[in-house]
């Protein structure tokens, strides 16, 4: 009974721990000031570029990153990353 209780412990801690983290990034908006919200802010930039000179796919940043060819497009899901360029077409970005 005494491992039974022991394993659940293993689970149960790091569990609450996560769900206190995403209840404080939840609850004061951390994740969308700073450096992540310049992080997404790029990708929708890089974004527009590319469907700007008809690449719809884009595979790695061309435009953005002093141009060295990063991996983010390929690494981090874009189906909302298209909403924000395509808002860019409608909205221009202010320089």
Known sequence: MINASKKWFYYLIPGLFF???LAYVGRFGFL???ADLQFHANRIFEYYNHLKDGNLIPVISTFSSNQIGSLVPT???SLPV???AILQFIFPPVA
């Open 82 to 84: 298209y909403v924000g």
């Open 75 to 77: 690494m981090y899901p």
């Open 19 to 21: 769900a206190m983290m």
């Open 32 to 34: 969308y000031s700073g």
